[in-house]
């Protein structure tokens, strides 16, 4: 969330201490409700409407620099606050505030493939954020969607899954006052982990659906007055989890019979961090940090160096995926309200000098 819900905070980055970011960062994404309508109304008078077309290198997973791909119209609620990606390298965005689930061809073209009910209160008691929004998404080797819906409404907040030529189900109900965020797909056991961003909370339930159970109520996932656990991913027989509140990146083995085991705080300093993906090059990583506007390379060790920013056509990110070298990064423009949209750039590009999260309390 996402905002992602993650939803953001100002541009300007100053290199403030860890707490001064975080509490920054919950005042701003407090106020999302109010920004996201001046955006709306910004939108009306200026909508978005540029599509530039990815280079034939971009799509064959070699472009040489960042480049938009598409852009989106805030006007109709298009802020990306997740991806997947199809073989062919179209991407699968889940459009927050228009509660939607849509697809990004390698050319640019936008098409939507669902748009979930509004819930009767129109979603002002969605937690935290007080607007229904789709939030993280996942893509079965079968081409089966499943995402995540949170509403405030006990009959529609859950996991949802879309297959193809298919209409939206919603296969697993989660509680109204849950914030469901992250979601990750663990093909070997069929499982699927959701991050509850309010709760702090990871569940995990079947592909089948179901009803889900609390797979780690851990500490470390909790929120410090805002959004807690946020994005998620499986790799090498553990989930990986960022915090936004905490800004941690943090690593939970897949123990015997599926328990966690104890949770490992591989990266801090991270404050805003939202979804991530991995680069192919051992346990790096790719975050979107939402407020600050940048998305940073993490290395093993913990250290991080930034690689966008606003300067690069950064618009809020929210999360990353990775295919082919190339990096996919939507931005949802909560904050900056001008152009939500979706960047290409090479997922092993050019490096920042290494930082320290105590060097910079970012």
């Not at 996919?328 to 590009?349: E, M, Q, R, V, W």
Request: proline share 7%; with cysteine; hydrophobic share 40%.
């Amino acid at each position: 969330m996402v905002v992602t819900v993650n939803m953001l905070e100002g541009v300007t980055r100053v290199k403030p201490c860890a707490s001064q970011t975080v509490a920054k960062e919950a005042n701003d994404m407090r106020n999302k409700p109010s920004i996201l309508a001046w955006a709306l109304t910004v939108a009306a008078t200026a909508t978005v409407t540029a599509l530039t077309q990815v280079s034939a290198s971009a799509t064959s997973g070699s472009t040489a620099a960042p480049r938009i791909a598409a852009h989106f119209s805030l006007l109709q609620g298009q802020t990306p606050e997740n991806i997947a990606l199809e073989p062919d390298g179209t991407a699968v965005v889940t459009f927050a505030a228009a509660r939607q689930v849509a697809t990004v061809s390698p050319s640019g073209a936008t098409r939507i493939l669902a748009t979930l009910p509004a819930p009767a209160d129109g979603g002002v008691n969605t937690p935290v954020l007080g607007f229904a929004l789709t939030s993280g998404v996942v893509r079965a080797q079968d081409g089966t969607l499943y995402f995540l819906y949170a509403s405030g409404s006990k009959d529609l907040t859950g996991l949802w899954r879309l297959r193809k030529g298919g209409v939206p189900h919603r296969i697993a109900a989660l509680p109204a006052q849950s914030l469901p965020n992250g979601l990750a797909l663990d093909d070997h056991s069929g499982r699927l982990y959701i991050a509850d961003s309010a709760l702090g909370k990871i569940y995990t339930v079947p592909t089948s659906g179901g009803t889900p159970t609390t797979w780690s109520a851990a500490p470390e996932l909790a929120s410090n007055g805002f959004l807690g656990v946020n994005g998620l991913k499986i790799r090498q027989g553990a989930l990986w989890a960022t915090n936004l509140d905490r800004g941690t990146v943090l690593r939970i083995p897949l123990g015997p019979g599926n328990r966690p085991g104890p949770v490992e705080v591989r990266a801090t300093g991270l404050g805003g961090i939202d979804d991530f993906a991995f680069t192919g090059r051992g346990d790096e990583i790719l975050a979107a940090l939402d407020g600050p506007n940048e998305v940073v390379r993490i290395r093993r060790d913990g250290t991080f160096s930034t690689l966008l920013t606003g300067a690069d056509g950064l618009q809020n990110p929210t999360s990353v995926a990775v295919r082919q070298g190339v990096a996919y990064i939507p931005s949802a423009a909560y904050s900056t309200g001008s152009d939500p949209n979706l960047l290409l750039t090479p997922a092993t590009g050019p490096k920042g000098a290494a930082k320290s999260p105590n060097a910079t309390g970012s």
